[in-house]
């Protein structure tokens, strides 16, 4: 064990430090559902860490880039399934500049940090480390093209009581708390006693890093999350069609429709359906706009006045002028539509096409077959439900950007519905990660989640992220279910929406602070 821990804090093979990155960003990825191996969280952050140890910036560049790139291309493997491996590769390899620079910044920063003397050494080197990489995801979340939220670390420890700190910190918190406390235990790790340091010293150089570690996952485990201060409640039915309504998929003229009523008219028949307030469809559940075409207005008012009787809110696109709208409609008996909302977050490359010009030069095969752009859209995710408190809509990806969920509950919303198509990514992971991301909101906001998809996985979540019912995939299948409704704002969305942008700040701080005082000892030395 010695020899070992003296090679890897001493060695600074390339190829050998290439290798242990690698295996920290498959480490990172294999926490993340559904390979659900929560403890590789700390596996990859200490890989990682060991990697760049007595490295300079340009070496922990590389062997950043090398280390997000393996995280990225197992986590969204799932992408090969949409347009092949060609855009999966490209978005990896802009994650994985991403992450390179920050694990180059975290180089940099621990290097000087290890160099002078300042009090709790370890502790602040991990505090700074936490927001580098905290900072990582912010940017990477954010740009470009408004980024990509999906692969953030806080959203692995969905299946474990640790998921229970994202009701206090946010999604975003539980990824700094994560990483400090994997740096603190790996800084610990690389920085021994001297042989011969006798038991008592050591238990004693171990004491603050395992107390802090036992803190964290203690309070985790043991406090339970506080229960909603209302018993009011909502009885939802849910949808699943088992429609192929993929971008490029090429269905009969309102065969999708037709599916989702059929589930639908299925269930209320069966009276299992009894007592609903509300019915939610998925994104794209109609393929035939009802707002601007008579004859899918005419099934869902038939539908809804004669057999549901109750508002449902389905998936549609329209055109409003000249622009086109993926939006979720409500459709209230003897009324007809009387909300929408249009997504506020168009996929890039999926629902529109950034300087297409640019694109189309480069891969005209492929950028031609997205021939639309979907407008972004205004209006508010919030449906006022008759005699009930109002809920928020969000479609797929937009289950990741933690904006819109802040807006909704800040709007009023007591429940959440994520309407989603996940048609395009066949049975590879992507429903059972979106659908994880789904049960994290539930912790985050508090609020009941309903989570329907036109394949699966589609389910409802508690305000504690347990399942309370699931479909299976790729099935024609409906959830009724009274979810409970909720006010009272969780911490996470009090102060949550500080911490990513705080941490990127701080992280940038640390690195500059860093990067000036190695150029000020090195110009010590050689002067």
Not at 7 to 18: R, T, V
Not at 274 to 287: H, I, K, Q, R
Not at 421 to 446: H, K, P
Not at 448 to 456: D, L, N, P, Q, Y
């Amino acid at each position: 064990m010695h020899k070992f821990r003296l090679w890897l804090i001493e060695s600074k093979n390339f190829w050998g430090k290439s290798l242990l990155a690698v295996l920290a960003g498959l480490a990172l990825a294999s926490s993340f559902p559904a390979y659900n191996f929560g403890l590789g969280v700390f596996f990859g952050i200490f890989l990682l860490l060991t990697s760049i140890k007595n490295l300079g910036f340009f070496k922990s560049l590389w062997l950043g880039f090398f280390a997000g790139f393996a995280f990225y291309g197992l986590v969204l493997i799932w992408l090969t399934t949409y347009l092949g491996p060609i855009p999966w590769f490209a978005l990896c390899l802009v994650e994985g500049l991403f992450f390179a620079i920050a694990v180059a910044m975290i180089s940099i920063t621990w290097r000087f940090l290890e160099k002078i003397n300042i009090p709790a050494k370890k502790v602040i080197t991990s505090f700074a480390i936490g927001a580098i990489y905290l900072g990582r995801e912010y940017v990477a979340g954010h740009f470009p093209f408004g980024g990509l939220a999906w692969a953030r670390l806080g959203l692995s420890q969905v299946d474990n009581f640790m998921a229970k700190w994202a009701w206090a910190v946010d999604i975003s918190g539980l990824t700094w708390l994560l990483v400090f406390i994997s740096a603190y235990l790996t800084l610990t790790f690389l920085t021994p006693l001297p042989q011969g340091s006798g038991l008592v010293k050591r238990l004693r150089y171990w004491l603050p890093v395992l107390t802090t570690t036992g803190l964290v996952l203690a309070l985790a485990f043991f406090v339970e999350l506080p229960k909603p201060d209302n018993t009011k409640t909502l009885r939802v039915a849910a949808v699943q069609g088992n429609a192929n309504a993929g971008l490029f998929a090429v269905n009969p003229p309102g065969s999708i429709l037709d599916k989702h009523l059929t589930v639908a008219k299925k269930l209320v028949a069966s009276g299992k359906a009894e007592g609903v307030e509300l019915m939610v469809w998925p994104e794209n559940s109609s393929d035939l706009d009802p707002v601007t075409m008579v004859d899918p207005s005419l099934k869902i008012s038939e539908f809804v006045n004669e057999e549901l009787k109750a508002p449902l809110l389905f998936g549609n696109k329209t055109y409003r002028g000249s622009k086109f709208f993926n939006e979720v409609d409500l459709w209230e008996p003897n009324r007809g539509l009387v909300d929408w909302y249009d997504k506020k977050r168009p996929v890039p490359f999926g629902e529109y096409v950034p300087y297409r010009s640019f694109f189309m030069a480069l891969a005209p095969d492929m950028i031609g077959l997205i021939g639309w752009d979907m407008a972004p859209g205004e209006r508010d995710g919030i449906f006022k439900i008759k005699g009930k408190a109002p809920i928020g809509s969000l479609i797929c990806f937009e289950a990741t950007i933690d904006e819109l969920h802040y807006d909704l509950v800040d709007q009023g919303a007591q429940a959440l519905m994520i309407q989603t198509n996940s048609s395009d990514f066949g049975r590879s992971i992507q429903g059972v990660q979106l659908a994880a991301i789904s049960r994290m909101r539930a912790i985050e906001t508090g609020r009941t989640v309903v989570a329907i998809s036109t394949v699966g996985l589609s389910g409802i979540y508690s305000p504690d992220g347990q399942v309370l019912q699931e479909l299976p995939t790729f099935t024609p299948a409906a959830m009724v279910q009274d979810i409970t409704l909720r006010s009272d704002k969780t911490p996470a969305m009090i102060f949550g929406r500080y911490i990513e942008p705080t941490a990127t700040l701080l992280g940038v701080i640390f690195f500059l602070i860093a990067l000036l005082g190695s150029l000020k000892i090195r110009r010590k030395r050689t002067s």
